[in-house]
Nanobody
Framework: QVQLAELGGGLVQVGGSLRLSCLTS????????YAWFRQTPGKEREFVAV???????YYAESVKGRFAISGDSAEGTVHLQMNRLQLEDTAVYYC??????????????????WGQGTQVTISS
């Protein structure tokens, strides 16, 4: 089982950058696919990016070319570098882990473990 904790949220202006980190702990961390989701009040959790256990990456269309997901197996962290941030990127961002997840990466229900979330606010 793996535990997740997000770091790095905050307030940034439109066009700015922010880096989120997901600290992972527990056993068999390299057997998990890790993803970032985000959620705003009254809406469902939305897929942002995924780093599969096979080291592939995929992104939501809304963030492609602006966000980058990466992992550091030695540190046990998964990062989300967010550039050219827009007002609509404002949300609570969650890190998620799915054991050997190999498809349906954008489906929140496929992930067994979640962090507590970190707030990202973009201001004009």
């Amino acid at each position: 089982q793996v535990q997740l904790a997000e770091l790095g949220g905050g307030l940034v202006q439109v066009g700015g950058s922010l880096r989120l980190s997901c600290l992972t702990s527990g056993s068999a961390r390299n057997r998990y696919t890790y993803a970032w989701f985000r959620q705003t009040p009254g809406k469902e959790r939305e897929f942002v990016a995924v780093l599969t256990w096979g080291a592939s990456t995929y992104y939501a269309e809304s963030v492609k070319g602006r966000f980058a997901i990466s992992g550091d197996s030695a540190e046990g962290t998964v990062h989300l570098q967010m550039n050219r941030l827009q007002l609509e990127d404002t949300a609570v961002y969650y890190c998620a882990a799915g054991l050997y997840l190999s498809s349906d990466y954008n489906s929140a229900e496929k992930y067994q473990h979640w962090g507590q979330g970190t707030q990202v606010t973009i201001s004009s």
